[in-house]
């Protein structure tokens, strides 16, 4: 038939390794002590709740809370204090196993509290317990140490990866091109256009005024006309048409100015 409570005559199976004694030593120290270690507990358990527990097994002479080395704050474990042998039995016959802050609480027999013995000797300042866990305990700081060191090199390494992101230069939407092509050059080839459309806009304009000067200067050399100044054939064309209608040269010459006269006239030859 199984048993109900702990058997007593395994006193503990845990073996402090700084007793200062032998192991016979060590077994008379846990049968007579007074003092029970209490394990897994929250490290948000007071001390007034382990007082409201314990107490009931009998009178308290002191707890003593564990402490991270580190932190100072409480890592999962302490020491009860009584006054007689008889309670210390009936706290580790009857309050192990029970549930405390919603844990099951571990209650073994001590040897006796010593000065020192209230810190933890993880090397993180916590229990060792706590140094190797896997699992996660959010009643106990979640995982353990060593994985969370490893999951915060990883959570360096990914912020570290995410801000050398901003070191590179933003990428820039590509351009648009337009009906006349685009592309990084596309201002300066509008400008270049133009400038060309002005250059020969200008030229164009430097052209008509030559033009219309040229228009205007045979303008007046045709009104200004001197028959001295024409051909000889001219001249005697003037003369003849002259003569034939008795004419002055001068009116001869201002009829035969157009080239119309000229070619009635000669046609009437």
Known sequence: MASLFKDLTKLSAYRDRRFPGNQEEFEHALQTATTVYIGNMSFYTTEEQ???????????????????????????????????????????????????????????????????????????????????????DPGRGGYGKLVQRELEVQRQLVDYGAGSLGSFPAVMPPPHFGRRGGGQNYGSSNRQGRDYLQRKRNREDDQQPRESSKRTSDHESRRNFDPD?????????????????????STCC??????????????LL
């Open 50 to 136: 382990v007082y409201e527990l314990f107490s009931r097994a009998g009178e308290i002479k002191k707890i003593i809370m564990g402490l991270d080395k580190n932190s100072k704050t409480p890592c999962g474990f302490c020491f009860v204090l009584y006054y007689s042998r008889e309670d210390t039995e009936d706290a580790v016959k009857f309050i192990s196993g029970t549930i405390l802050d919603d844990r099951p609480i571990r209650v073994d027999f001590d040897w006796g509290f010593q000065e020192g013995r209230q810190w933890g000797r993880g090397r993180s300042g916590g229990q060792v317990r706590d140094e190797y866990r896997t699992d996660y």
């Open 229 to 249: 100044s024409r051909p000889v054939i001219f001249k005697c064309i003037v003369v003849l048409y002259a003569c034939e209608h008795s004419l002055k040269l």
């Open 254 to 267: 201002q009829q035969l100015t157009s080239l119309a006269c000229l070619g009635v006239y000669v046609f």
